[in-house]
Structure formats: C-alpha cells, structure tokens
C-alpha cells in the first residue's frame, strides 16, 4: 500500500484538507463580520457570550471536526479528478518505471564488471 493511499484512508487527512478549505472560505468572510459585530454588540453582553461559547464548544468539537473531513474528501475528490493531478501522476508513475529499469541496469552492469574484474584477476594471477 503506498503513502498515498494509506493517506486517503486516514479521517484525518481529511480533516485537516477541509480545515485547510474552511478556513480560506472564513478569512474571506472577517472583514464583514467584524464590521457587523461593532454594530451589534453591547460590552456588557461579552461575558455571558463567553460561558456560553465556551459551553457549547466541548459538544461542537466532533461535530466539526467530522464535517471538516466531510468537506476534505470532497475537496481531495475534486483535486483528483482534475486533468493536472492526473497527468502528475502518470508523469510520477512513468518515472518510477524508469528510475526501477536504470536500477535494474545498473545491476546488470555492476555484475558483468564484477565478473569480468574477477576474470581479469584469474589471467593476471596465473
């Protein structure tokens, strides 16, 4: 089994390709929500609002975490099924089938000099 595709069966690969998607999709949305959340809040509200975040956030934690892996498979899904990752990965396929022939000829080089060195030993010695 290769690196790749113990990878795709690990939640959290996926976990951490849609936190990684998630947290694009959220950065883009700060300069919004900061702009609605000086208009709405109240300074006497923040202690309130912090147990109940808080207290909500030790039940949310799989929730996300599951729906993070969620959104990683899909992602990964889409990143496969695009013509570049697949002619990458032919590419990769292809230059492991000659890097294992050069080696398979190295081999075959590195025994005929052996066995000539030692035949060329044998007429020298005798």
Same mark, same amino acid.
């Given at each position: ?10 939640? !959290? ?10 947290? +694009?999709?959220?950065?883009? %949305? +700060? #300069?919004?929500?900061?702009? @609605?959340? @000086? %208009?709405?809040? *109240? #300074? &006497? *509200?923040?202690?309130?609002?912090? !147990?109940?975040? /808080? ?8 929730? /996300?975490? *599951? ?7 899909? $992602? /990964?899904? =889409?990143?496969? =099924? @695009?013509?570049?990752? @697949?002619?990458?990965e032919a590419s990769a396929k292809a230059t492991v089938r000659r890097a294992r022939s050069a080696a398979g000829s190295a081999r075959t080089t590195a ?11 044998? &007429? $020298?010695?005798?």
């Amino acid at each position: 089994m290769t690196i790749t595709e113990k990878l795709r069966e690990s939640k !959290v690969f996926y976990a951490a390709a849609g936190a990684g998607d998630f947290a +694009v999709e959220k950065l883009r %949305e +700060v #300069p919004v929500r900061l702009n @609605q959340l @000086q %208009e709405k809040t *109240d #300074p &006497k *509200d923040i202690g309130g609002a912090a !147990v109940a975040y /808080v207290t909500q956030a030790g039940t949310r934690a799989v929730e /996300v975490y *599951d729906g993070l892996a969620e959104r990683g498979k899909r $992602i /990964v899904g =889409r990143v496969d =099924r @695009q013509k570049a990752t @697949q002619e990458l990965e032919a590419s990769a396929k292809a230059t492991v089938r000659r890097a294992r022939s050069a080696a398979g000829s190295a081999r075959t080089t590195a025994r005929s000099a052996a066995k000539a060195a030692g035949d060329a030993s044998k &007429k $020298i010695g005798n």
